[in-house]
């Protein structure tokens, strides 16, 4: 069975550190033997009667979510903020890769190896063209798996397309987190925090 205990500084309440411990080893942080994982840390390595205090989390405490004050646990509004943005950024990831619609094309892919893909045609097209090739043409696989013919000019755009759409997502993204930086700076908690809408935006 193990515990969550708190050490924090006595005098101003700060959290040093949320550490579990094993009770079949030992009862409080003080007398620490070895941490959860069975790893000598010598009666808690910093530990400082005189300076620092402990406190067992209480049960249904969520010292990933909440901050200690030394008495309570309280939810914590920067913890929201981080969890947030991380949902923030997994959104990104799906979105930034669902792709587009391009008239006469169909939708583009944008995941990455399709970007690869992309790219590398689009290179080859300049090479083309810079060679006076301007008859070059070639076929481009959309997301239908459908071979849709296209020209130098064309998977050019297609790729600048890309480049646009991906710009436009990580824009969209970074406005997210800037609502979530401006939320904690004024003072909102974390349960308003954490209604913080952070899909919408996105290019269709």
Not at 55 to 67: L, N
Not at 70 to 98: F, I
Not at 117 to 129: F, G, K, S, V, W
Not at 188 to 195: K, L, Q, R, Y
């Amino acid at each position: 069975m193990s515990k969550f205990f708190t050490i924090f500084e006595t005098a101003t309440g700060a959290v040093i550190e949320t550490i579990c411990l094993d009770t079949a080893v030992f009862a409080d942080p003080s007398t620490i033997a070895a941490n959860a994982d069975g790893e000598d840390v010598a009666a808690y390595g910093p530990w400082d009667a005189a300076t620092m205090s402990f406190a067992e989390v209480a049960p249904g405490a969520d010292p990933a979510s909440q901050d200690f004050d030394g008495v309570t646990w309280t939810a914590s509004p920067a913890k929201a903020r981080d969890r947030r943005w991380a949902d923030a950024k997994g959104y990104y990831e799906v979105r930034s890769s669902a792709g587009f619609a391009l008239d006469g094309i169909g939708t583009v892919q944008t995941d990455a190896k399709s970007r690869e893909a992309i790219r590398m045609l689009a290179d080859e097209a300049r090479d083309r063209l810079a060679d006076g090739d301007v008859d070059w043409s070639t076929s481009f696989i959309n997301e239908a798996n459908e071979a849709v013919p296209v020209t130098a000019p064309q998977i050019i755009a297609i790729y600048a397309g890309v480049r646009g759409f991906l710009g436009e997502c990580y824009s969209v993204c970074q406005g997210h987190r800037e609502a979530l930086d401006a939320a904690v700076a004024s003072g909102a908690s974390a349960d308003e925090i954490a209604a913080i809408d952070v899909t919408t935006g996105y290019p269709a």
